[in-house]
């Protein structure tokens, strides 16, 4: 059992997992939830560790009030119900931001509350912690908390399969690296789902998730996993313009014209993190890494170091 979980980036994948597409994850180190005891408040933590502790109380309701048969791994309510006064998580990963605030706090409890949790398959955890994140976002893929949960890079298959892959962000081909940038604008994830589901509705924009979204996602998985020789930068340049059209509502308008610039210049190419909003995932080449860094400060972090 750990008691710190990581945060997580998409690299690829957002709103294919939806509909049954691919997706690639990886941890995100920076930030994280740590498990802490009451009696081990930090200074100037004291407002946050009561609000962990009630929001804990209402998750242990939400989960006491679904059934354990819908779990593969049922929680132990006891010793749930037994840490709501002692256990809280020391959180500092952005809410809003889609860098899976709520998927480590669904790990966290998971992990510490869920014993035979540990013995499951990787989909079969996909499932529990979906329903456990669904507190937070009314419906959830699960994605994002078996992210946190396993701390390491996972590859989603349509098929519904999970892998452990390996990646490293200091190796990907051609030299190029991968960024975050602040958008400065939280979102919340189920208004944004909704709306994209809606969308889902419309025959021309379904047919260019199934023709053409589906298949470009796939393939700069292949290229980042190293299944397939092709230039990452290209099809990030692809994806982006796909999303500045498609995803439109999911974009903050402030970051339109960072965005366009990005695709006019070739100097780097943004795409979303998440549903939207918060931090968008960038890539760009070595080369540009200090330009891009002056520019920006610190709404800029690097995956990797």
Known sequence: MKDTYPAKVMLAGEYAVVIGGSALTIPFHRFSARV????????GKEKEARQSLEYLKHLFDYIRDLPASGFHAPPDLELFSGNLDSLWLDLDIPVGFGLGSSGAVSAAVYDQFFPASQELTLPLQKEDLALIESFFHGKSSGVDALTCHAGSPLRFYPSGNVQ????????????????????????????LVKHFLDLMKDKEFSRAMEEEYLPLIEKLIE?????????????????????????????????????????????????????GGGYF????????????AERWGPDLLWIGS
């Open 36 to 43: 802490r005891s009451v009696r081990d408040i930090l200074p």
């Open 164 to 191: 452990k892959v390996r990646f490293d962000p200091e190796e990907i081909p051609g030299g190029y690296r991968f960024f975050l940038l602040d958008s400065g604008e939280r979102s919340e994830t189920g208004p």
């Open 223 to 275: 290229t980042l996993t190293g299944e397939r020789e092709a230039d990452p930068s290209m099809l990030m340049n692809m994806l982006s313009s796909f999303q500045l059209e498609y995803f439109r509502r999911m974009i903050p308008e402030k970051m339109i014209d960072l965005w366009i610039e990005g695709q006019v210049s070739n100097e780097y190419y943004l795409k979303l993190n998440g549903s």
């Open 281 to 292: 995932l960038g890539i760009t080449h070595q080369t540009c890494r200090e330009r891009l």
